[in-house]
Nanobody, 112 residues
Framework: QVRLVESGGGLVQPGGSLRLSCAAS????????MSWYRQAPGKERELVAR????????TYADSVKGRFTISRDNANKMMYLQMNSLKPEDTAVYYC?????WGQGTQVTVSS
């Protein structure tokens, strides 16, 4: 069965960094389009970053370009989101997504 488990969220001050991880199992990870989404209170879930199976095609939301980096370790079925220069508006629940499944989410709070 497919499992996506996020970790690495927490409370960080503006300007700080966090690294989110997504551990995947139950499907062919290496060929799967994988994404990070986020949902802030009262807002719709939005795409943050997306990576093709090889990592050769990557897309970022305009709001995170230059600050966030998506990466993946296909051998270990892991995906990461390195988040730098965090802003209060980055506060949200961050979700890992495979083509048909969602993780449970991890809370990221940016506040002084």
């Amino acid at each position: 069965q497919v499992r996506l488990v996020e970790s690495g969220g927490g409370l960080v001050q503006p300007g700080g960094s966090l690294r989110l991880s997504c551990a995947a199992s139950g499907f062919t990870f290496g060929s799967a389009l994988m994404s990070w989404y986020r949902q802030a209170p009262g807002k719709e879930r939005e795409l943050v970053a997306r990576s093709s199976g090889s990592g050769g095609m990557i897309t970022y939301a305009d709001s995170v370009k230059g600050r966030f980096t998506i990466s993946r370790d296909n051998a270990n079925k892991m995906m990461y989101l390195q988040m730098n220069s965090l802003k209060p508006e980055d506060t949200a629940v961050y979700y890992c997504r495979s083509p048909n499944y969602w993780g449970q989410g991890t809370q990221v709070t940016v506040s002084s």
